[in-house]
């Protein structure tokens, strides 16, 4: 059983997680308005997992005897710059979340919530791959310093990208977990 505190704690971190999936939704748009489709593409990967991440908390209360209680999303901004602005905010929205989930674990902590903190720990090491993912690209985009060849081989690489989390939540997610 989870605290009240971890529960609404639990609860607007799944705000964060849905606000960060309609965020690269957006940015997701703006690229394929661009004619980026590998940008689109990976953006959209990321939306996926971001949905990902708001699920597995979702059942996580569920399972704990919470109660879910969904928030209002914001708007995400519509109109982004460039794909180096794009991955720059990228990279300040997780940076952001990762601060959120340390909050989270800080919290756990405090209250003894052993089983809440190993829970956290797997968002922990996805915070810490999401950051080191967009530093990577980053660093592409400006090493690319513009130029359309290098941006279209960038984009080319973004576009392998693949979902790698079930997007049909009907069975649970861990349903299609590795």
């Not at 964060?16 to 980026?36: H, I, T």
């Not at 989930?101 to 810490?128: C, G, P, S």
């Amino acid at each position: 059983m989870i605290s009240d505190k971890m529960n609404a704690a639990l609860n607007e971190q799944v705000n964060k997680e849905m606000y960060s999936a309609f965020l690269y939704m957006a940015m997701s748009s703006q690229c394929d308005d661009m004619g980026l489709k590998g940008f689109a593409k990976w953006f959209m990967a990321q939306y996926h997992e971001e949905m990902f991440h708001a699920m597995k908390l979702y059942e996580y209360i569920h399972s704990q005897g919470g109660k879910v209680t969904l928030q209002s999303i914001d708007q995400p901004p519509a109109e982004f710059g460039s794909t180096l602005d794009m991955f720059t905010k990228t990279l300040a929205h997780e940076q952001m979340v990762t601060q959120s989930i340390n909050n989270l674990m800080d919290l756990a902590i405090e209250e003894k919530d052993h089983a809440t903190r190993i829970f956290l720990q797997w968002y922990v090491t996805e915070q810490v791959e999401e950051e080191e993912n967009d530093n990577e690209i980053i660093d592409q985009l400006r090493l690319n310093d513009g130029n359309p060849q290098g941006l279209m081989m960038i984009d080319r690489e973004l576009g392998q990208r693949g979902v790698n989390v079930p997007i049909d939540f009907s069975m649970g997610v861990s349903a299609g977990e590795e």
